[in-house]
């Protein structure tokens, strides 16, 4: 089975639990607050930033690199976000227990050139390019967001997001992976979506108190 149908079985459960915790349930179901998405995406640019930098550090011959794009890239769009709706005064947020979490696994797994982060890229780039497109229209609609604060949405440089999705599947399944490095993607996919998971309840827990 290619690594993209793999991916896609193996965390079937943890997407479908992912879309039903914390946040992510509240930006679907329209009950999300503005303060709780200015948490939200201050906790995620902490988490692109670093997925991004080591992203860039990678060797051009490990399997990560399939997400190595600056077209793909979030942390300057959400960056723009939280410019847009806070000013300078969105870096004063929190950085969340589960962010801090995040970032440092995700940090460890680019430290040295293993498949590991090749999981992680599926979880959010393709997350961003399928589901996070059906979030904007949500959010504009329930938070009444201008177009310039839904920039993380926004892919300018991509004409064309289904066959973008379509060619980064390709492009996993092209990886020369062992067995062994097919499980480690397998299993930091999983892990991201846990992380993910976290986070949500992390930042639904905190507006809530």
């Known amino acids: 089975m290619p690594l993209s149908e793999l991916l896609r079985e193996h965390t079937r459960t943890a997407h479908r639990d992912a879309e039903r915790t914390g946040v992510v349930r509240a930006m679907l179901d329209g009950s999300i607050s503005l303060s709780q998405y200015h948490l939200w995406l201050r906790n995620l640019h902490e988490v692109y930033v ?72 599926y979880v959010r780039y393709l997350g961003d390019l399928s589901g996070g497109q059906l979030l904007r229209g949500l959010l504009r609609d329930r938070l009444g967001l201008p177009p310039a604060a839904l920039a993380y949405y926004e892919f300018p440089g991509i004409d064309d997001v289904p066959a973008t999705r379509n060619a980064l599947r390709e492009r996993m399944d092209l990886c020369p992976l062992s067995p062994d490095a097919v499980s480690v993607v397998l299993d930091e996919a999983l892990a991201g979506f846990r992380l993910t998971m976290n986070l949500a309840r992390d930042a639904s827990l905190a507006q809530a108190g």
């Open 50 to 121: 670093t997925l991004e930098d080591a992203l860039i550090a990678q060797s051009a011959d490990t399997p990560a690199t399939v997400f190595a794009d600056p077209l793909l890239y979030r942390a300057g769009a959400i960056e723009r976000d939280l410019l847009a709706m806070l000013g300078a005064s969105w870096a004063t947020l929190p950085i969340l227990p589960a962010a801090g979490a995040y970032r440092d696994h995700v940090r460890c797994l680019g430290r040295v050139a293993g498949p590991g982060l090749l999981g992680h890229g």
